[in-house]
């Protein structure tokens, strides 16, 4: 079971950190990822971390402005943004996949959190 939170109202050029806090015990042989979706538009890969922490992949979109992260004994992933503009808005989702890898693919993940509100006003 994935639980996404941290979202919130936030003015242009502002941060947020989303977490998403994780049960079961193998959390930590998941990849895990975080994907958006904005109103009227296709959900979409916004970040992707391996099992160990140790690789991350980011869009295009997000590149230099977020990062990626998980702490294993905490059983949580979290997404730094900074500099958020409005096209950032959208609800935002973890995802989990088991296997090691990183995943881009919304197909590639088999669990999925409520997703958390994010909306940049400018």
């Known amino acids: 079971q994935l639980q996404a939170s941290g979202g919130g109202l936030v003015q242009a050029g502002g941060s947020l950190r989303l977490s998403c806090a994780a049960s079961g015990r193998t959390f930590s042989t998941y990849g895990m990822g975080w994907f958006r979706q904005a109103p009227g538009k296709d959900r979409e890969f916004v970040a992707a971390i391996n099992w160990t922490g140790g690789s991350t992949a980011h869009a295009e979109s997000v590149k230099g402005r977020s990062t990626i992260s998980r702490d294993n004994a905490k059983k949580m992933v979290y997404l730094q943004m900074n500099s958020l503009k409005p096209e950032d808005t959208a609800v935002y989702y973890c995802?989990?996949?088991?296997?090691?890898?990183?995943?881009?693919?919304?197909?590639?993940?088999?669990?999925w959190g409520q997703g958390t509100q994010v909306t940049v006003s400018s």
């Open positions: 995802a989990a996949r088991s296997g090691p890898s990183i995943a881009t693919r919304e197909t590639s993940y088999e669990y």
